[in-house]
Structures are given as structure tokens and as C-alpha cells.
């Protein structure tokens, strides 16, 4: 009987320490506001960033720097777009064991704005 909850007790602890995961998602217009502004649609694009994390309960000690912080911009910079409209995001988290990886997806169109010439005023 030992044996037992024994096993069951360390086949539980493998369960709640290495397949943990937890997500999020969301939706957005567009990252810019563009209000009665035409635009043409390029393609649509999609890009997951992944970083790593040493999680010990309460504290938390990146590997490298979240790249969250210009996130469109890197989307943007491929096919040197002006705005993503239709955003979908979502992130999760996988821990296995004190390891934790982070994901974070952004999907949209990206979009251009049509050049448009400037009005000479006339004398």
C-alpha cells in the first residue's frame, strides 16, 4: 500500500511540474489609428517570438530580453508596411520543471497607405 501512494504521489509531482501550459488570447483593429483612411492590403502576415525564462515560484529571471516591446515594428519591417489591421494575438507559457518558455503569436494584414501628392494652392 506504501508502494502505491508512493507512486501515485510522484506520477502527480511529474504531472504538476513538467506539463504545465496557460494561454491568452486577444483581437484587435489595427495597431494605428486610421480613421476614413484608404488603404491597400499587402499580405497577410504572422510571426511568433519565443523566450525563455528561469521561473523559481515567485521569481522570474529571463534568459534574454522579451521582445515584446516593438512586436509590430518587427512584423512591419519585412514588407515594409504602414499599419496592421485585423490583429489576432495570443501567448502561452509552457513550464517544465524551474524552465519556462514563452510564446507570443501576432497575426494581421498588413497594409499600405497610397502616396498621396500635396495640394498646390493656386494664386
Request: hydrophobic share 40%.
Amino acid at each position: 500500500m506504501k508502494h502505491f501512494f508512493a507512486t501515485i504521489s510522484i506520477f502527480l509531482l511529474f504531472l504538476g511540474l513538467v506539463h504545465c501550459a496557460s494561454s491568452s488570447v486577444g483581437i484587435a483593429t489595427s495597431n494605428k489609428p486610421i480613421p476614413n483612411t484608404p488603404y491597400e492590403t499587402v499580405k497577410t502576415v504572422e510571426k511568433t517570438f519565443t523566450w525563455y525564462a528561469l521561473d523559481l515560484i515567485i521569481f522570474g529571471i529571463p534568459f534574454s530580453e522579451p521582445p515584446i516591446t516593438d512586436l509590430y515594428e518587427k512584423v512591419m519591417e519585412e514588407d515594409a508596411g504602414d499599419a496592421l489591421v485585423n490583429i489576432r494575438y495570443w501567448n502561452d507559457k509552457s513550464i517544465f520543471g524551474p524552465l519556462t518558455r514563452y510564446r507570443f503569436t501576432i497575426k494581421g494584414d498588413l497594409v499600405r497607405f497610397p502616396s498621396q501628392p500635396t495640394i498646390k494652392s493656386k494664386k
